[in-house]
């Protein structure tokens, strides 16, 4: 289908009368899926040629800034001592450097690691999440739930409709 196309009325309530009537519903239904499906991968197709002959063109783009902005960091760095401060204010732009915060990085596999911190006496540096454990949670009553704050939602059938769609592309 074609952009621009009526594909429904605004109609309001719609009202089925009968189980023919729901069969035929779910025969419409799947056409509108099969052609949804259909409508979806061409334009997946359609943008998938868009993005390819841009690709190309955009990762030449992103090497360029890449290499210009590894001279600009050299030029910055070699030149550090006639900056103002930690940056300076040129024309088109600010060049400079910002202070990153420390990072921990682990040497050892995290298991070990909370063992010597737990050898040390460093427990404060080692973190624990607490959270109510749900699957147990649904094991309770109503009123134990109600008496801990929470409450138990859903569990109640849902509609669903499922065209058979071997059927209708059959007989469409």
Known sequence: MKPGKMVAAKTGKMEIIGWGAADSVLHMLGNLDMEIAHDQAELAEEVAKIRAGYDEHISGLLYTRKAWLKALEA?????RKEMPGKSIPLTWGVLGFRAAPPAIKLLWAVDRVIEALRLKKLVTCIRTIEEPNKDTLKL?????????????????DKFFAEPDLAKIEEKP
Not at 75 to 79: G, S
Not at 140 to 156: E, F, I, N, S
């Open 75 to 79: 030029f910055a760095k070699a030149h």
């Open 140 to 156: 309770l009553d109503d009123d134990t739930l109600a008496a801990v704050g929470v409450k138990r939602t859903g569990g109640k």
